[in-house]
Structure formats: structure tokens, C-alpha cells
């Protein structure tokens, strides 16, 4: 099995940052790449954030020392041949985009030494639609993180066909190694397992919502009761966001996602009601 030991990680957005300073906290050697000194000094705010959300989180609890370790393990860079330089292992978590990620690989694949190993944490395109220009498709697979990844920790690992079993391994050996809970998923699949199992579940709780059959608060208080879950559907789509919900429903041209997009604009979205992160959705926080 390949060792991974340093790590680089491909744009400090919202994802690229908390993956790059999670390896860190879990004592790797992180490079973090983004395309402007702009994007650099952003990263370092919001490297500063996870720094002080991770010691206010009760489940991580890390001390004033540990995340200042972890800061020292990070280091950021606009060059990316230098970025790849030393790597064994690439996340790569640059905006959704065929285009954009096709040509970071690109780049990519001409200055990172050959036994890198690259990750894409991509939400809804397949490593099968980017092997080709990774220039090492044996050596190139999924590694998908949640958002508030020290809270949510679990990282997808899914290759394509042509995917290096030993490479496989390696990733979910690192995964493990870096405070995540590794996901083993056999073959690809669109949505990967997590969003296979909450998309529907959510889409149907929207369609029961505007069918009229019931108020948010009946629909998940029945799933809570009856299934034992801390959280119904609407609490879920509160921390989500409603805003992602919105421009997903707004953009399927089912009638009954027209009527969820409606809904959503006319109840929540116009008023700034976008779920937790705003103190009011579903529910007020
Ligand atoms: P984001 O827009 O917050 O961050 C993208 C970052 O990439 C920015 O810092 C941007 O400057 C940088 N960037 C732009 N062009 C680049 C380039 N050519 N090379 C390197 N960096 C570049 O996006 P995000 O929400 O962090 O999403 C990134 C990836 O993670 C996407 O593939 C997304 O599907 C996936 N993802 C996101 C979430 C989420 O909840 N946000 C969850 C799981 C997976």
C-alpha cells in the first residue's frame, strides 16, 4: 500500500479549508493551494475560524496548543507546481465545475511527481468524468467530506473502475489517520451513499409539505417518533441551509419542485430566514 504522509490540498473554500486544516490538527504536513494572494488571505481567516471552532466544539475540544500546531502544519502557496512538489496524496476541492476541474488536473498532472496520488472531493461529478486528465487514473479516485467536517466525519471513498485497489486502501488508511470515518463504496454512484439515502428522503418530505398534507413540524416529529431519529427532514434542510435547497428545487423543472423553489422564495428566502446559520428557518434558533 502507497504511505501518505504529506498532503496538498486544490483551492481553501469552504471544504478545501476545513479538509486542509483537519489533516493538519491530525498532525500531517498540509500545502494549501488557491489562485490569488485574495484567496490565500481568506484562507487564513478562515484557517483562524476552524482554529477557534475546533476548540469551542465540545466533541473535538482541542486545546489553544493543538490548534496552534495545526496552523504551524499549514502552509499556503499560489504555485502549484511547488504545491505538488512533495505531495503523496492531492485533494482537490476547487468550485463545482467540469471545466475548472478538468483543467486544475490538467496542470496537475504535468508538475506532481508519479506517485501522487489524487482526490477529488467532488459532490456531483464522478472521478470517472475527470480520470482522463489526471494523467494517473489508477491513481485517482473520490474522497467526498462533509461540510463541518470535524463534526460530520464522514469521508466517502469511492474509485472509478480503473482505481489501484492498493490506492484505495491507502486513502481510507488516511481517511482513518486524519479523524475521519472512512465510507468504502464498492463502485461509483452518483450522490455517492450519504446523498443517495438524504435526497430523496428530503424530496419527499418537501412533497408532503407542499401536497398539503402536513406542517413541517408534524412531518418531522413523526419521523423522530417513530424512527428514534434526533432530526426530521426540515431540522436536516435548517442546517443545510435553505438557499442550496432553493437554487436545486428552482432549477429542476418538476412541478413539484417549482412548488418547493416557490414556497422556499416566497416563506424563507425573501425574508433572509436560510436556516441555522442565520438563526431562523423551519425553526428559530
Ligand atoms: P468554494 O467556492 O467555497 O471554494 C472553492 C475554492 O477554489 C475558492 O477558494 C477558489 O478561490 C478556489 N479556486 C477557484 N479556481 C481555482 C483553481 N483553478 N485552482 C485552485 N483553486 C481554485 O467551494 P466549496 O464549497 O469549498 O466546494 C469545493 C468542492 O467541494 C466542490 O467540488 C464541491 O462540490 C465540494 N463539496 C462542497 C461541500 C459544501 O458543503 N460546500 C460539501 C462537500 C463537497
Known amino acids: ?55 469551542a466544539d465540545p466533541v473535538v475540544g ?23 512538489a512533495d505531495a503523496d496524496l492531492v485533494i482537490e476541492a476547487v468550485p463545482e465545475s467540469l471545466d475548472v476541474k478538468r483543467s486544475v488536473y490538467s496542470e496537475l498532472a504535468a508538475s506532481a511527481p508519479e506517485r501522487t496520488i489524487f482526490a477529488t472531493n467532488s459532490s456531483t461529478l464522478l472521478p470517472s468524468d475527470l480520470k482522463e486528465y489526471t494523467g494517473r487514473p489508477d491513481r485517482f479516485l473520490a474522497l467526498h467530506y462533509a461540510n463541518e467536517v470535524w463534526r460530520y ?59 398539503g398534507y402536513a406542517e413541517p413540524e408534524m412531518i418531522d416529529k413523526t419521523w423522530r417518533i417513530a424512527t428514534g431519529s434526533p ?25 413539484g419542485s417549482q412548488a418547493f423553489a416557490a414556497y422556499l422564495k416566497e416563506n424563507y428566502i425573501d425574508k433572509g430566514k436560510l436556516g441555522v446559520a442565520t438563526g431562523e428557518g423551519f425553526y428559530r434558533y
Open 1 to 55: 500500500m502507497p504511505s501518505i504522509s504529506t498532503v496538498t490540498v486544490l483551492g481553501t473554500g469552504v471544504l478545501g479549508s476545513q479538509i486542509a486544516f483537519q489533516a493538519a490538527f491530525h498532525g500531517f504536513p498540509v500545502t494549501a493551494y488557491d489562485v490569488s494572494d485574495d484567496a490565500l488571505a481568506a484562507a487564513r481567516t478562515r484557517f483562524d475560524g476552524l482554529a477557534a471552532r475546533y476548540q
Open 231 to 255: 432530526s426530521g427532514p426540515f431540522q436536516i434542510y435548517d442546517v443545510i441551509g435553505l438557499t442550496t435547497p432553493y437554487n436545486i428545487a428552482a432549477a429542476n423543472p418538476d412541478p
Open 62 to 84: 482541542a486545546s489553544a496548543e493543538q490548534t496552534a500546531a495545526a496552523l504551524e502544519r499549514l502552509t499556503l502557496t499560489t504555485d502549484l507546481a511547488a504545491a505538488a
Open 153 to 211: 466525519n464522514t469521508a466517502e471513498v469511492m474509485g472509478t473502475a480503473e482505481t489501484d485497489p492498493a490506492v484505495f486502501e491507502a486513502v481510507v488508511d488516511f481517511a482513518s489517520r486524519s479523524g475521519m470515518v472512512p465510507i468504502e463504496i464498492k463502485k461509483e454512484k452518483a450522490g455517492y451513499l450519504l446523498n443517495s439515502l438524504l435526497v430523496p428522503f428530503l424530496n419527499a418530505a418537501a412533497g408532503l409539505l407542499v401536497g
